[in-house]
Each structure stands twice: as C-alpha cells, then as structure tokens.
C-alpha cells in the first residue's frame, strides 16, 4: 500500500465495497491508524460488521508482519467491550477473533494512541488518565470510544447483509474464502494444480482483486471441480 493513499480512498473501499477488502490490504492499512482518528473507527466498524469476511487465521500472518498489527487486538477488545453480540454469533465471532489476534504482541512500553499528539501537553494528560480499558491493556493510551459518534451498535453476522449483497457477491466471497483456506496448507503452485490456473490468477483472489473473472470459475470452485 502506498503511503500517498487518500483518506477517501480508505474510507471507500472500507465502508462502500467491503467485500473487496483483502487481509493484506486491512493489515496494512492499520499502519496509517496511528495519525488519523476516524480511520481507525472505520477500520473497528468493519471488523464489527464484515469480520466474518476475512480469513483469520491468513489476516493473523500478515497481521505480524507489520509494524501496527497490534492494534487488531484493541479494536477486538473494543467491540467485546462496548458492542452488543447475539449469543447466535458470540461463539464464532470469538473463534475467529482468537485466531486473528493470536500471538500478535502489544507495544513493550505504554504509548499514545495516536502518534500526533503533542507530547506533554494537556490533551495527553487528559487521554492517560482517562484511557480505556480496552486499550490500557494492550499498552496504549486513548479515551475515546472508537466508533462513529460513540455509537458502538451490534457485532453483524454475513446474514444481517442479505439485504446489500447478493447470492453472486455471496458466491464470489464463499469462493474465495475456500481457495484461501487452501492456501494455508498449500504451496501457490499446488493452489494452481488444483484450480487449473496460473500465479498471477492466485495472486488476484488472494488480494480480493477479482473482478473480470468469470462467474463460471466461482462456480466450479464450490462444487469443488473447477
């Protein structure tokens, strides 16, 4: 990711095409969070809306490797804390909230949230004495709930978007989920023997990047004979 991407453009594809969003792409885009408040609330209203669309276990390992992937644990902690979650879903969505989170260390030394605020001022002293929960466990100081208008709504499940989405996005995802879920014990190249394709094909669904692929192709990869 560039570091010349636009808050705009953030912002879009995290909240108008979130189907689109890759595990790499979420990851690094945690590393801008640290100098801009309202990206980091998106970024916690998506994994609260659209963590079921993200494969954990393949966000855990691009998670560690970049420098603020910690911060998955404190928007985690945040929608445990202050959202509401259906006893349907509470399960699954601590399941999966395990596997992302795992083995991703926190800051060794307490820390700002946000690295733009000016040290020793009265806006720190304020966050550090009032600092959350959520967040003083993981070693960072910040005292604002991280939702839009402090409103931290309901944890979703894929069935509460039934509605925005169709059978064929549904498709496309259930697709690509599975393909990635191969991808956690398979090299790239059996990923190509087995779905008759190429790297550069494997590449593009890997990062979400699969528009212009035929239907036909999403198909056959869930009836398992592509």
């Known amino acids: 990711m560039s570091s010349q991407t636009s808050k705009g453009s953030l912002y879009f594809k995290f909240q108008n095409t979130p189907l ?6 979420f990851s690094q885009s945690l590393n801008l ?19 079921w669309a993200l494969e954990p276990q393949i966000l ?12 998955i644990k404190t928007i985690i902690a945040s929608i445990f804390d202050y959202c509401e979650i259906e006893d349907a879903i509470r399960d699954e969505f601590s399941k999966w909230a395990t596997f992302a989170s795992r083995g991703v260390k926190d800051l060794a030394t307490p820390e700002l949230l946000y690295q733009d605020i000016k040290i020793g001022g009265k806006y720190e002293k304020r966050v550090i004495e009032n600092t959350l929960p959520s967040f003083k ?21 894929r069935s509460c978007w039934n509605t925005r989405f169709n059978i064929i996005d549904f498709l496309k ?5 599975k393909i ?13 023997k087995k779905y008759k394709t190429n790297r550069v094909f494997v ?14 192709f999403f198909e056959k990869v869930i009836e398992g004979s592509p």
């Not at 855990?60 to 911060?71: I, P």
Request: glycine share 2%.
């Open 20 to 25: 689109t969003v890759s595990e790499k792409y």
């Open 180 to 192: 990635k879920k191969d991808s956690l014990s398979l090299k790239n190249i059996e990923i190509e």
């Open 173 to 177: 995802l259930d697709a690509v989920l």
């Open 60 to 71: 855990n390992k691009e998670l560690k490797k970049q420098q603020n992937g910690f911060l």
């Open 203 to 216: 590449s593009r669904i890997l990062n979400n990047t699969y528009d212009g692929i035929k239907i036909d």
């Open 33 to 51: 969070c640290r100098m801009d408040a309202r990206l980091y609330e998106v970024m916690t209203e998506f994994v609260r809306d659209f963590w």
């Open 137 to 157: 466990r993981h070693n960072l100081y910040f005292s604002d709930i991280p939702f839009n208008k402090e409103l931290p709504r309901s944890v979703r499940s």
